[in-house]
C-alpha cells in the first residue's frame, strides 16, 4: 500500500493561542472551508467539532487538544475536485488556558509548523508569551493571524505592534483590515496588492477586488516594508534590488517560505473568524510558507545500544521512528495512543519496539483523527499524525521504532504541578475504582501527579491550577463513574538551602551475628546554574534541580556503594527538613568515608547518606520556596485603584499597567497562595466585569512570618 498524498504536500501545524482569542473557532472555519463538515459549530453554542468533551463544550473552552485532518486546494485553483492540487492538513487545536499548557507543550514538539491567533481588542497577552516561548523552544515557524477584527475596540495596528514589542521583531505584515469594528469587510494583500471581500452565507466566496482608494498610500508604504524585510534574507535578490529591480512575485515568494520556515520571519495575517473573514488566504499561506516534513532537517536520537547520536531522515524508506506525545482514553476504543511519525511507515497488526522500555508490542489497529471521531487506517507514513489503539506499556515521550534499528528521541518535558489536594473515595466501591481513574488521568496528563501522603495515608492529587485539577475530579464523576470528596486546594511548597554544610555520618548497627556499616562525609550547596557551553564533569549527575558529585578517591568507599548513596539522599530530598516539602536545587558532594569488609551493604550506605543529608540541611540555612504567579488583570478604570491596592495587599508586586481598549490591563507578581478564589473576589469588586489570567513564573524565598505560620501548619 503507498502513501495517497506526497510528503511535500503534507502540513502539520497547530492552532495556538491565548484563552478566547478565538482558535477553536478559527479550526471550525478550517474544518468547514477544507469541507471536512458541512456546517459550522460555534463555540458560544457548544456545537464545535474540536471541543467534543461535554466539560469543553460547558465551559465554551478548550481543555485537551484535538487532532484533524483535512485538505485543501488553495483559493485560486478553480477546479477544487482536482486532487493533483490538494494538500493534507494534519492540525491539532491546542488549549489556551494555563491550566492545560502541557497540551500546547507536547503539541509544539511534534508539530511542523503554527498558526498563533491574537485578539484584535487585546493584542499580545500572556498566554500568547507562553505559546511563543514554547515555540521558540521547540524552534517552530509560525503564521500570525490578529483575529476578531470585527470587535469593538479592535485595532489590527496595536495589536501589530503588541506583537513587535513582547514576542519578536521579526514579525512583519502580510495583509492590512479594509476597516475595523463594524466596518471591517476584508482584507489587502499586501505582496500581490490584492484586496479581497467574502461573501456567501458562510464567507466561502473569496472575492478580488480592487484595493480601496483611502488604503492605497498605506498598502504601498508597507508593501514596501514587506519586500524589504524579504530581500534581505537572499543576497542575490538583496542585489538586484538594490539596483532598483523589484523580484518577481514566485521569487520573492521562494524566499518568504525559506525566511518562514528558518524562523526569520514570522507573517501577520487578518481577519475575524467568526465573521467568516480571511481564514481561506491564512490556510494558502499554510501552503505557501509553512513547512512539510521534507524541509525540516533530520530528527536526531539516541542509539540506545552506544549511546551515540543517531538521525532519521523523513523518508518512508527508513527505519520506522515515532514519538508517542497523548495518550487519551477512548471510551468506545480504550486506550489511544497519539503518536507522530518521523521515518519510515508503520502496518496495523505489526509490531514495534518501544526504546525507552526496551518492551515490544503489537499494534492491532491504527486509526486517523477527526478530534472525537476515528477513521481506521491500515497503514501510517512518514510525517503523519495518528493513533495507535490498545498499547499498554507505551507513556508520553516514548520512543516507538524499529526493533533492528532503535533509537531514543528527546523526551518532551512537563512544568511541575504548583496546586494540589487531597481526595479520597466516597464509598468502600469508589474506593477501587479511584485507584484505575488516577492511573489512567495521570498516563494521560503527565502535568497530573498522584502521591500519598506518608503519616495520614491519603490521597494527594497535585496539577497546574484549580481549574485543571477541578476538571479531572469532574472527568473522574462522569467517565469513571467514582465519587469522591476532596479537600481544599493546597500549594505546592518547595525547600531549598541558602548556605553550604559539611557532615560526617556513620550507620552501625550490631545485632548478632553480621551488623551493618555505613559511613560516609558529605559537603552540600546551593545549586548554581552552569556557566553557558561549560560541560558537566564526569563525576557529576545533574538534572533540573540536584546535582550529585562523587569525588571518592583511591576506592575509600567501594565503587557499588555509591548508587546506595545517592538513593539515600534522593529519598531524603523527597522529605524536607521545615515542613516536609520536597527540596530543590540542591548539589551533594560525597568526598569520603570508609567502610567494612563483611559489615558493609547497600541499605546501610544508603540510611547513613539520608541522616548525612538531613543533618548537613539543618545547618545549611534552610529556607521554604513559594510559586510566584504571573497575573493579568483587565478591568474597567474606575476599578483600577480598588483592585491594584487589593492585589498589593496580597503580597503582590505591580509591574505595569496597559490600555486594552476601554479598560486597563494590570500587570503583577502575585505568590499562588494568595490567588486562591481570587475570579470571585474581582467580580465582586469589579460589577461582574473583571476578568483574570494567571500562570506560574517562579520559585521565590518565602517570608519568614509566613513561612513561620505555614511550618507550624504542618508540625
Same mark, same amino acid.
Given at each position: 500500500?503507498?502513501?495517497?498524498?506526497?510528503?511535500e504536500k503534507?502540513?502539520?501545524?497547530?492552532?495556538?493561542?491565548?484563552?478566547?482569542?478565538?482558535?477553536?473557532?478559527?479550526?471550525?472555519?478550517?474544518?468547514?472551508?477544507?469541507?471536512?463538515?458541512?456546517?459550522?459549530?460555534?463555540?458560544?453554542?457548544?456545537e464545535?467539532?474540536?471541543?467534543? +468533551?461535554?466539560?469543553?463544550?460547558?465551559?465554551?473552552?478548550?481543555?485537551?487538544?484535538?487532532?484533524?485532518t483535512?485538505?485543501?486546494?488553495?483559493?485560486?485553483?478553480?477546479?477544487?475536485?482536482?486532487?493533483?492540487?490538494?494538500?493534507?492538513?494534519?492540525?491539532?487545536?491546542?488549549?489556551?488556558?494555563?491550566?492545560?499548557?502541557?497540551?500546547v507543550q507536547r503539541?509544539?514538539?511534534?508539530?511542523?509548523?503554527?498558526?498563533?491567533?491574537?485578539?484584535?481588542?487585546?493584542?499580545?497577552?500572556?498566554?500568547?508569551e507562553?505559546?511563543?516561548?514554547?515555540?521558540?523552544?521547540?524552534?517552530?515557524?509560525?503564521?500570525?493571524?490578529?483575529?476578531?477584527?470585527?470587535?469593538?475596540?479592535?485595532?489590527?495596528?496595536?495589536?501589530?505592534?503588541?506583537?513587535?514589542?513582547?514576542?519578536?521583531?521579526k514579525?512583519?505584515?502580510?495583509?492590512?483590515?479594509?476597516?475595523?469594528?463594524?466596518?471591517?469587510?476584508?482584507?489587502?494583500?499586501?505582496?500581490?496588492?490584492?484586496?479581497?471581500?467574502?461573501?456567501?452565507?458562510?464567507?466561502?466566496?473569496?472575492?478580488?477586488?480592487?484595493?480601496p482608494?483611502?488604503?492605497?498610500?498605506?498598502?504601498?508604504?508597507?508593501?514596501?516594508?514587506?519586500?524589504?524585510?524579504?530581500?534581505?534574507?537572499?543576497?542575490?535578490?538583496? %542585489?538586484?534590488?538594490?539596483?532598483?529591480?523589484?523580484?518577481?512575485?514566485?521569487?520573492?515568494?521562494?524566499?518568504?517560505?525559506?525566511?518562514?520556515?528558518?524562523n526569520?520571519?514570522?507573517?501577520?495575517?487578518?481577519?475575524?473568524?467568526?465573521?467568516?473573514?480571511?481564514?481561506?488566504?491564512?490556510?494558502?499561506?499554510?501552503?505557501?510558507?509553512?513547512?512539510?516534513?521534507?524541509?525540516?532537517p533530520?530528527?536526531?536520537?539516541?542509539?540506545?545500544?552506544?549511546?551515540?547520536?543517531?538521525?532519521?531522515?523523513?523518508?518512508?524508506?527508513?527505519?520506522?521512528?515515532?514519538?508517542?506525545?497523548?495518550?487519551?482514553?477512548?471510551?468506545?476504543v480504550?486506550?489511544?495512543?497519539?503518536?507522530?511519525?518521523?521515518?519510515?511507515?508503520?502496518?496495523?497488526? %505489526?509490531?514495534?519496539?518501544?526504546?525507552?522500555?526496551?518492551?515490544?508490542?503489537?499494534?492491532?489497529?491504527?486509526?486517523?483523527?477527526?478530534?472525537?471521531?476515528?477513521?481506521?487506517?491500515?497503514?501510517?507514513?512518514?510525517?503523519?499524525?495518528?493513533?495507535?489503539?490498545?498499547?499498554?506499556?507505551?507513556?508520553?515521550?516514548?520512543?516507538?521504532?524499529?526493533?533492528?534499528?532503535?533509537?531514543?528521541?528527546?523526551?518532551?518535558?512537563?512544568?511541575?504541578?504548583?496546586?494540589?489536594?487531597?481526595?479520597e473515595?466516597?464509598?468502600?466501591?469508589?474506593?477501587?475504582?479511584l485507584?484505575?481513574?488516577?492511573?489512567?488521568?495521570?498516563?494521560?496528563?503527565?502535568?497530573?501527579?498522584?502521591?500519598?501522603?506518608?503519616?495520614?495515608?491519603?490521597?494527594?492529587?497535585?496539577?497546574?491550577?484549580?481549574?485543571?485539577?477541578?476538571?479531572?475530579?469532574?472527568?473522574?464523576? /462522569?467517565?469513571?463513574?467514582?465519587?469522591?470528596?476532596?479537600?481544599?486546594?493546597?500549594?505546592?511548597?518547595?525547600e531549598?538551602?541558602?548556605?553550604?554544610?559539611?557532615?560526617?555520618?556513620?550507620?552501625?548497627?550490631q545485632?548478632g551475628?553480621?551488623?551493618?556499616?555505613?559511613?560516609?562525609k558529605?559537603?552540600i550547596?546551593?545549586?548554581?546554574?552552569?556557566?553557558?557551553?561549560?560541560?558537566?564533569?564526569?563525576?557529576?549527575?545533574?538534572?533540573?534541580?540536584?546535582?550529585?558529585?562523587?569525588?571518592?578517591?583511591?576506592?575509600?568507599?567501594?565503587?557499588?556503594?555509591?548508587?546506595?548513596?545517592?538513593?539515600?539522599?534522593?529519598?531524603?530530598?523527597?522529605?524536607?527538613?521545615?515542613?516536609?516539602? *520536597?527540596?530543590?536545587?540542591?548539589?551533594?558532594?560525597?568526598?569520603?568515608?570508609?567502610?567494612?569488609?563483611?559489615? %558493609?551493604?547497600?541499605?546501610?550506605?544508603?540510611?547513613?547518606?539520608?541522616?548525612?543529608?538531613?543533618?548537613?540541611?539543618?545547618?545549611?540555612?534552610?529556607?521554604?520556596?513559594?510559586?510566584? +504567579? /504571573?497575573?493579568?488583570?483587565?478591568? *474597567?478604570?474606575?476599578?483600577?485603584?480598588?483592585?491594584?491596592?487589593?492585589?498589593?495587599?496580597?503580597?503582590?508586586?505591580?509591574?505595569?499597567?496597559?490600555?486594552?481598549? +476601554?479598560?486597563?490591563?494590570?500587570?503583577?507578581?502575585? *505568590?499562588?497562595?494568595? +490567588?486562591?478564589?481570587?475570579?470571585?473576589?474581582?467580580?465582586?469588586?469589579?460589577?461582574g466585569?473583571?476578568?483574570?489570567?494567571?500562570?506560574?513564573?517562579?520559585?521565590?524565598?518565602?517570608?519568614?512570618?509566613?513561612?513561620?505560620?505555614?511550618?507550624?501548619?504542618?508540625?
Amino acid at each position: 500500500m503507498n502513501r495517497d498524498y506526497p510528503l511535500e504536500k503534507v502540513r502539520n501545524f497547530g492552532i495556538i493561542a491565548h484563552i478566547d482569542a478565538g482558535k477553536t473557532t478559527t479550526s471550525e472555519r478550517v474544518l468547514f472551508y477544507t469541507g471536512s463538515q458541512h456546517k459550522i459549530g460555534e463555540v458560544h453554542e457548544g456545537e464545535t467539532t474540536t471541543d467534543w +468533551m461535554e466539560q469543553e463544550r460547558e465551559r465554551g473552552i478548550t481543555i485537551t487538544a484535538a487532532a484533524i485532518t483535512c485538505f485543501w486546494s488553495k483559493t485560486e485553483q478553480k477546479d477544487k475536485k482536482d486532487l493533483s492540487k490538494k494538500f493534507r492538513f494534519n492540525i491539532i487545536d491546542t488549549p489556551g488556558h494555563i491550566d492545560f499548557t502541557a497540551e500546547v507543550q507536547r503539541s509544539m514538539r511534534v508539530l511542523d509548523g503554527a498558526i498563533v491567533v491574537f485578539d484584535g481588542v487585546a493584542g499580545v497577552e500572556p498566554q500568547s508569551e507562553t505559546n511563543w516561548r514554547y515555540a521558540d523552544d521547540a524552534n517552530v515557524p509560525r503564521l500570525c493571524l490578529i483575529n476578531k477584527l470585527d470587535r469593538t475596540g479592535a485595532s489590527f495596528e496595536r495589536s501589530y505592534q503588541s506583537i513587535l514589542d513582547r514576542l519578536s521583531k521579526k514579525a512583519v505584515r502580510m495583509q492590512i483590515p479594509m476597516g475595523e469594528e463594524g466596518a471591517h469587510e476584508g482584507v489587502v494583500d499586501l505582496l500581490t496588492m490584492q484586496a479581497y471581500t467574502f461573501t456567501g452565507n458562510m464567507g466561502e466566496d473569496v472575492v478580488p477586488v480592487p484595493v480601496p482608494e483611502q488604503l492605497k498610500t498605506d498598502a504601498e508604504k508597507y508593501r514596501a516594508e514587506l519586500v524589504e524585510r524579504i530581500v534581505e534574507q537572499d543576497e542575490n535578490l538583496m %542585489s538586484a534590488y538594490l539596483e532598483g529591480n523589484e523580484p518577481p512575485l514566485a521569487d520573492l515568494k521562494k524566499a518568504l517560505r525559506n525566511a518562514v520556515i528558518a524562523n526569520e520571519v514570522f507573517p501577520v495575517f487578518a481577519g475575524s473568524a467568526l465573521k467568516n473573514k480571511g481564514v481561506q488566504l491564512v490556510l494558502d499561506a499554510v501552503v505557501d510558507y509553512l513547512p512539510s516534513p521534507l524541509d525540516l532537517p533530520p530528527v536526531k536520537g539516541i542509539d540506545p545500544k552506544t549511546s551515540g547520536e543517531i538521525e532519521r531522515k523523513p523518508s518512508d524508506d527508513e527505519p520506522f521512528t515515532a514519538l508517542a506525545f497523548k495518550l487519551q482514553t477512548d471510551p468506545f476504543v480504550g486506550a489511544l495512543t497519539f503518536f507522530r511519525v518521523y521515518a519510515g511507515t508503520l502496518e496495523a497488526g %505489526s509490531y514495534i519496539y518501544n526504546a525507552n522500555t526496551g518492551t515490544k508490542e503489537r499494534v492491532g489497529r491504527i486509526v486517523r483523527l477527526q478530534a472525537d471521531k476515528r477513521e481506521e487506517v491500515k497503514k501510517v507514513f512518514t510525517g503523519e499524525i495518528a493513533a495507535a489503539v490498545g498499547l499498554k506499556d507505551t507513556k508520553t515521550s516514548h520512543t516507538l521504532c524499529d526493533e533492528a534499528h532503535p533509537i531514543v528521541l528527546e523526551e518532551i518535558h512537563f512544568p511541575e504541578p504548583v496546586v494540589s489536594l487531597r481526595i479520597e473515595p466516597k464509598t468502600k466501591a469508589d474506593q477501587e475504582k479511584l485507584g484505575i481513574a488516577l492511573r489512567k488521568l495521570a498516563d494521560e496528563d503527565p502535568t497530573f501527579r498522584v502521591s500519598t501522603d506518608d503519616e495520614t495515608m491519603e490521597t494527594i492529587i497535585a496539577g497546574m491550577g484549580e481549574l485543571h485539577l477541578d476538571i479531572l475530579v469532574d472527568r473522574m464523576k /462522569r467517565e469513571f463513574n467514582v465519587e469522591a470528596n476532596v479537600g481544599k486546594p493546597q500549594v505546592a511548597y518547595r525547600e531549598t538551602i541558602k548556605s553550604t554544610a559539611e557532615v560526617e555520618n556513620k550507620y552501625i548497627k550490631q545485632t548478632g551475628g553480621r551488623g551493618q556499616y555505613g559511613h560516609v562525609k558529605i559537603r552540600i550547596k546551593p545549586l548554581e546554574e552552569l556557566p553557558e557551553g561549560a560541560k558537566i564533569p564526569n563525576n557529576t549527575k545533574r538534572e533540573d534541580h540536584f546535582e550529585f558529585i562523587n569525588s571518592i578517591k583511591g576506592g575509600v568507599i567501594p565503587q557499588e556503594y555509591i548508587p546506595a548513596v545517592e538513593k539515600g539522599i534522593r529519598e531524603a530530598l523527597d522529605r524536607g527538613i521545615l515542613a516536609g516539602y *520536597p527540596m530543590v536545587d540542591v548539589s551533594v558532594d560525597l568526598f569520603d568515608g570508609s567502610y567494612h569488609d563483611v559489615d %558493609s551493604s547497600e541499605i546501610a550506605f544508603k540510611i547513613a547518606a539520608s541522616q548525612a543529608f538531613q543533618e548537613a540541611a539543618k545547618q545549611a540555612k534552610p529556607v521554604l520556596l513559594e510559586p510566584i +504567579m /504571573r497575573v493579568e488583570v483587565v478591568v *474597567p478604570e474606575e476599578f483600577m485603584g480598588d483592585v491594584t491596592g487589593n492585589l498589593s495587599g496580597k503580597r503582590g508586586a505591580i509591574e505595569g499597567m496597559e490600555d486594552r481598549g +476601554m479598560s486597563k490591563a494590570i500587570h503583577a507578581k502575585v *505568590p499562588l497562595a494568595e +490567588m486562591f478564589g481570587y475570579t470571585t473576589t474581582l467580580r465582586s469588586m469589579t460589577e461582574g466585569r473583571g476578568s483574570m489570567t494567571m500562570e506560574f513564573d517562579h520559585y521565590e524565598t518565602v517570608p519568614t512570618n509566613v513561612a513561620q505560620d505555614i511550618i507550624a501548619s504542618r508540625k
